[in-house]
């Protein structure tokens, strides 16, 4: 696979290592009054759609950048690549 | 050379005599041939003998879909099986042998199991070989080892190297016939960086075998031409004797380079390289296979596809035969009478099977309208073919034409699948293909050659514009060809058999069985028949299968469907997978800095990962690892030993936010952790697992340099930098890896800091007050050199870490031990280092199993309560902070002579050693010199709770049960004095 | 007190070798520095060596040169560079001689504390090749496109060669100076003179 990185331009998928769903990015707050529920599901329920998935790639060979791929999970298709951090910074505005 | 069967002309080079040797008998050929045209001009008919029945077969095809000319090429360990003989490119000196035989081929004492037939039809292993059951073992294996198989191995090491590659290109054409060259030159002219590839050595493809013309030239030349210009172009790279195998995701293709089989000897250098292409754009030009039609007795020796003739013809300047009867459905079986009429050969008879045959072209020999073949003879060599009507006719080349099926493989590995062209009667590229991908010429279904050469422009035009490069304007000369009209004729029935798949011997009776048995989709057919799952991949043999099976179920063909299609085209050697990766050179391995000194100093090296770190260093005289082990332990604990700790992973980090990043990772707190200081921090998984260990030490207002353990250093790093950039993506925080960067060595022992004292220049004071234990400084030794001072204790004696610039590693070990000689200080290895954490009661990789907790290791007060941490909150899982939960602690045998294990489980007194009954294990287990006994480290459920209880280690593969007390993990200086003096 | 010196080896033990009209040397004199930064001081830190040294921040995938051609910043990662540079006393080539040393403490007070430094020059070795047989070689070890239209003199590319991490920087025409982490060097020596191996007829 072939993933476009935002400033590298593409690269082999060898020079990655794929961690999982992004929603990784969104950890529950350790406080929170239902944390061991929202920490359960974080860690471990996953939609795992036959279809677009936003998934955790990182750069391990290269620029040690991690970055969110949209990619199809049944075609291989990539449809979308940022840096995380861009990712990770918009949500936790929003939040 | 048989004059009778070379008939001149082709490409071959008359001038340039090659010797090669079949089955140990000295032939000629001549430069150009493969090995296949050169047998046939030697007239050699039989060349090998079939899979299951070992029936005579000869040469049936032209190309890599050869299924029966597969020989043995080479001897000793250059020796390869089921090469097929029509793609070997002739070279002086070339050995080949035929295989699948016992006795010779001429006489197989295995064509026994032609007479067997009917017991070995399909399936039949299912049926047989079950009784009686220990007949399995000692008769029915080892007799169906023997005889299974196509060829044999050498059993030797392949004496070749092997390498990959990486190629990059805006466009990448499979196959060199007319349509690949088209769209090659089209494209190259327009600048496009363009990769041409082609299995054969020369590239033309049919071009070169038939005779047709384009403008004035014949085939040959043009192909000649355009491949001079292409070779011409910086922005054009031809990859001949080159196979395209796979389509993968993205634009990359696999493929692999014949560099050196067509040379004597490879003189080194990789014989086959594997590429892996990255292409933006790609036109598959693969073009089309001929098909056979199945009839009685329709596989001997003589009988070969009417493409392949005419080619043998053309290109080889070899006659398949000397009386040669055509027996086609479509018009291009009539091309091959046409042929070799042309060049003298006498054509017995056109035996067509349609009523009309216009369009065909004009052919001197006796044409036979709705002709049908029901028999052939000649066991060793066709010399006759029976007609429906009852005519014999006598021939001893037979070729056949079933119809040709378009080479699409490639189009289908992203498991599309192909459409059915009822008027072509075959299988065209389906409607999905491979993103990027576009097929011109005959793998496209057009099969005339001015159309193919018009269809490749506009191919190549629309991949220009997709790839934004200018228009080119491509004189293209006209082209006849003979219109391609079929009636498909799949099989004539007959009470014989009549073989569809021939590599793996499967005829139209063993479809009707499994369609009889209820195995009629495809996939189950193929299965259960074995059709299309030899080294041909069912290239001769699919399509009519299908046909017939569609028949049979009395659907259409589209709705029977294809299997699927997976990589690799043709076989690919396994080495050619494997490149480098072989031997040593497998993978990369690591060295410590002071690996040259170690080396010179008898240390024995054990595989840390990729590291290489000295297990113990041996001394003149010591003839058992245990002597040298304990020596080394003894000697630290007394004085003061030197070990290597390089190889555990250091990482620095800078920044206003470093704190705030290391309270995030480890479980206990570090934002009161003083410069100057070090602390043990705890990791965990986000799950609660315990996940790594280390000392992250503050040099800095904004600076820590961090070591984990050797295993996970690349795996902490990973998630640090998942933390920072993901978690905290404001956060001024930078981590860096300096593993490599700093050679560090433990100096432990009562006279440790004697040693430092002679190595630490005057300006650094290390002595207790000064410098205490847990302290931390950037220092300089030997009159400047810059360092690192750690004093950190692992082995639970006064000890430091001093860190150097690696450069300087291996020369560092040196001076230590030179410093530390008036104290005999002893290098140490891994395994001392071991027994001494395990006196000392240090948890390690052992304990952390990926499954342990906290809690389980006995470090729950490490979790801060006051701040969240990677873990924090499923660490409080109620199943894990269970009050059984098992503890960590220290076993010692109650008899200092007994042997302890780790991996033993922990039982109680008294009852059955069971694995129900088992509470715990073992899971570090040293002899311990400074106690004169084995000492353990392990679980335990209630593991804190039962100290001082006496419990059973069962080890039943080692059949022990040694009785151990239950203790504290701290063995050694529970207190901690020695370290703290 | 015993008189103890510290030697300073060579990970390669400076090689140097031919494969038909290409070379292969370890460069054995260079410093190189680790310079992080916060996306928000970015501007301070250019401004900061611009003034100093005359070097720009390089883009992704790309190199600056100082005025003087002493130094050199290699682009790494979206907040980290790599500053390149030859010793005082080294015989290390492709930079102007008498380079002055950059040791951590001059790059941090040449940015007026704009930025992180690590010392890296440990970490790594570095081979250099040049010739009409490295592209080839490289063809067969290194996932990067390396053509003139994508990878342009200046470039830096980071990659894996052989299942290790590299650092790939052209320097001029057919000249490419590679870095590798140092604890692997022996096995990166042999991954590049098998490429050039296979490749020179």
């Known amino acids: 696979m072939i993933i476009d990185h935002p400033l590298l331009g593409p690269r082999d998928a060898a020079e990655f290592v794929y961690l999982g769903d992004a929603s990784l990015l969104d950890r529950p707050h350790w406080q929170d009054p239902e944390a061991m529920g929202k920490f359960y599901e974080y860690q471990y329920l996953r939609e795992n759609p036959a279809g677009e998935l936003r998934e955790l790639w990182y750069h391990e060979q290269g620029d040690r950048s991690w970055l969110v791929v949209t990619r199809d999970t049944t075609t291989h298709a990539i449809l979308c690549v940022e840096l995380a951090r861009e990712v990770a910074r918009r949500q936790q505005v929003s939040n | 050379m048989s004059r009778q069967f070379r008939i001149g002309g082709g490409l071959v080079d008359p001038g340039r005599i090659v010797s090669f040797s079949f089955d140990g008998k000295s032939m000629q050929g001549l430069h150009g041939d493969t090995l296949a045209s050169a047998l046939l001009a030697n007239g050699r008919r039989l060349v090998a003998r079939s899979f299951k029945y070992h029936r005579p077969r000869g040469i049936l095809s032209d190309g890599s879909d050869e299924p029966n000319a597969l020989v043995e090429l080479r001897s000793g360990a250059h020796r390869e099986p089921n090469t097929r003989a029509t793609v070997v490119e002739l070279f002086d000196g070339l050995e080949a042998y035929s295989q699948n035989f016992r006795l010779s081929l001429n006489n197989d004492l295995n064509a026994v199991n032609d007479l067997l037939s009917p017991f070995l039809s399909a399936g039949f292993y299912y049926k047989t070989f079950m009784w009686p059951q220990k007949f399995w073992e000692r008769v029915y294996e080892p007799l169906i080892r023997s005889t299974a198989g196509l060829g044999s191995l050498s059993a030797l090491p392949d004496p070749d190297c092997y390498d990959k590659g990486f190629l990059h290109c805006d466009l990448l054409v499979v196959g060199g016939g007319p349509a690949g060259l088209v769209v090659a030159l089209v494209a190259g002219r327009a600048g496009a960086r363009v990769i041409l590839a082609d299995e054969d050595y020369r590239l033309g493809g049919r071009l070169n075998c038939e005779s047709n013309s384009i403008g004035d030239q014949s085939g040959a030349a043009w192909a000649h031409q355009a491949a001079l210009e292409l070779a011409l172009m910086d922005n054009v790279r031809l990859m001949p004797r080159t196979t395209v195998y796979g389509c993968y995701d993205h634009g990359i293709f696999g493929a692999v380079e014949r560099k050196t089989d067509h040379l004597a000897s490879s003189k080194r250098l990789p014989r086959q390289v594997l590429w892996r292409i990255y292409s933006r754009r790609s036109v598959i030009c693969a073009g089309a296979t001929e098909r056979s039609m199945a009839f009685a007795n329709n596989d001997r020796p003589g009988i070969m596809l009417a493409s392949a003739v005419r080619t043998y013809c053309n290109r080889y300047g070899v006659a398949c035969g000397q009386n040669v009867a055509v027996f086609t459905c479509n018009n291009s079986g009539w091309r091959t009478a046409a042929d070799l009429e042309r060049r003298g050969i006498r054509v017995a008879a056109v035996i067509d099977t349609r009523a009309e045959t216009d369009a065909a072209p004009n052919v001197d020999a006796r044409i036979i309208r709705q002709g049908r073949i029901v028999n052939t003879y000649g066991r060793k060599a066709l010399s006759s073919i029976r007609l429906e009507d009852g005519e014999r006719l006598p021939v001893d080349c037979l070729a056949v034409s079933g119809g040709w099926n378009p080479n699409l493989q490639l189009t289908c590995h ?568 | 007190m015993v008189e103890l010196m510290l030697q300073r080896e060579a990970f390669l033990g400076g090689v140097r070798r031919r494969f038909g009209s290409s070379e292969l040397i370890e460069v054995t004199g260079l410093e190189l520095v680790s310079v992080s930064f916060a996306e928000n001081r970015r501007d301070e830190l250019g401004q900061a060596l611009q003034e100093s040294e005359g070097l720009n921040l390089p883009a992704p995938g790309q190199s600056t040169v100082s005025s003087d051609g002493r130094v050199k910043l290699f682009w790494m990662a979206p907040d980290q560079l790599l500053a390149v540079a030859s010793e005082n006393r080294s015989n290390g080539g492709g930079f102007a001689a008498g380079a002055r040393s950059l040791s951590v403490e001059v790059m941090r007070s040449l940015s007026r504390n704009a930025g992180f430094y690590t010392d890296q020059s440990d970490n790594w070795c570095a081979l250099r090749l040049s010739g009409i047989e490295v592209i080839p070689a490289l063809e067969r070890i290194c996932p990067l496109d390396l053509h003139d239209s994508r990878f342009p003199v200046g470039s830096v590319g980071r990659t894996v060669i052989e299942h290790l991490h590299t650092v790939i920087h052209r320097e001029n025409g057919q000249q490419y100076l590679l870095l590798s982490t140092s604890s692997s060097a022996q096995s990166f020596l042999h991954a590049i003179e098998t490429s050039l191996r296979n490749v020179t007829l």
């Open chain 2, 414 to 981: 992203h498991r599309s699948k192909p459409q059915w062209n009822a008027e072509l009667a075959t299988f065209v590229p389906g409607d999905s293909l491979p993103a990027g991908m576009a097929v011109a010429g005959a793998a496209a279904g057009v099969f005339h050659l001015g159309e193919i050469l018009k269809d490749a422009a506009v191919v190549a035009s629309t991949v220009l514009d997709e790839l934004d490069l200018g228009e080119v304007d491509l004189q293209l000369e006209e082209a006849a060809d003979t219109p391609y009209r079929i009636e498909p004729l799949w099989h004539i029935k007959s009470r014989r058999r009549a073989w569809v798949d021939f590599q793996n011997d499967v005829t139209t009776k063993d479809i009707e069985q499994s369609h009889a048995e209820g195995m009629q989709a495809v996939e189950h057919l193929k299965r259960y028949t074995t059709l299309g799952m030899a080294t041909d991949q069912g290239k001769a043999g699919n399509i009519p299968a299908i046909a017939i099976m569609a028949d049979l179920s009395g659907k259409s063909i589209p709705d029977t469907g294809t299997t699927v299609y997976r990589p690799p085209y043709t076989p690919v050697a396994i080495g050619a997978f494997a490149g480098r990766s072989r031997g040593p050179a497998f993978r990369p391995v690591r060295k410590t800095p002071s690996h040259r000194w170690a080396k010179e100093h008898g240390a024995v090296f054990v595989e840390v990962g990729a590291w290489l770190r000295a297990q113990w260093y041996a001394r003149p005289g010591e003839s058992h690892w245990r002597q040298s082990v304990d020596r080394e332990v003894k000697a630290t604990r007394n004085s003061v030993g030197v070990c290597d700790v390089t190889t555990l992973g250091k990482i620095d980090i800078q920044g206003a936010g470093s704190t705030t990043l290391l309270n995030h990772v480890y479980t206990n707190g570090f934002s009161k952790l003083a410069v100057g200081k070090v602390r043990y921090g705890l990791m965990l998984r986000e799950d609660g697992i315990a996940y790594d260990d280390g000392t992250t030490a503050r040099l800095g207002e904004n600076h820590y340099v961090m070591t984990t353990t050797t295993a996970n250093a690349g795996l902490v790093f990973r998630q640090m930098e998942f933390v920072r950039q993901c978690l905290y993506p404001d956060l001024d925080v930078h981590i860096i890896s300096t593993t490599d960067g700093w050679a560090q060595f433990s100096v432990a022992g009562p006279n440790s800091r004697r040693l430092l004292q002679k190595v630490v220049d005057p300006e650094t004071d290390i002595s207790n007050r000064r410098f205490p234990f847990m302290g931390c400084a950037e220092i300089t030794i030997c009159g400047g050199f810059p360092a690192r001072l750690f004093r950190i204790s692992f082995s639970g004696e006064l000890a430091y870490e001093i860190a150097v610039p690696a450069r300087y590693g291996n020369s560092m070990m040196e001076t230590l031990i030179k410093a530390g000689e008036e104290f005999e200080a002893v290098p140490y290895g891994t395994e001392a280092l071991g027994v001494m954490r395990v006196e000392k009661g240090h948890f390690a990789g052992n304990e952390m199993t990926g499954q342990t907790t906290a809690l389980n290791l006995g470090a729950s007060r490490m979790l801060s309560t006051k701040k969240d941490f990677q873990g924090s909150v499923l660490a409080r899982r109620s199943h894990l902070v269970d009050d059984n939960a098992l503890g960590l602690v220290g076993l010692r045998s109650r008899d200092k002579k007994d042997v302890l294990r780790a991996g033993a489980h922990l039982l109680r007194q008294g009852v059955e050693p069971t694995l129900e009954n088992s509470e715990g294990w073992i899971s570090s287990c040293v002899y311990s010199p400074t106690f004169g006994c084995y000492l353990g480290l392990g679980f335990i459920n209630r593991g804190h709770d039962r100290f001082g209880e006496t419990a059973v280690a069962v080890n039943p593969i080692h059949k022990s049960e040694v009785s151990v007390t239950i203790c504290s993990p701290h063995f050694y200086d529970p207190d901690g004095g020695r370290q703290r003096g």
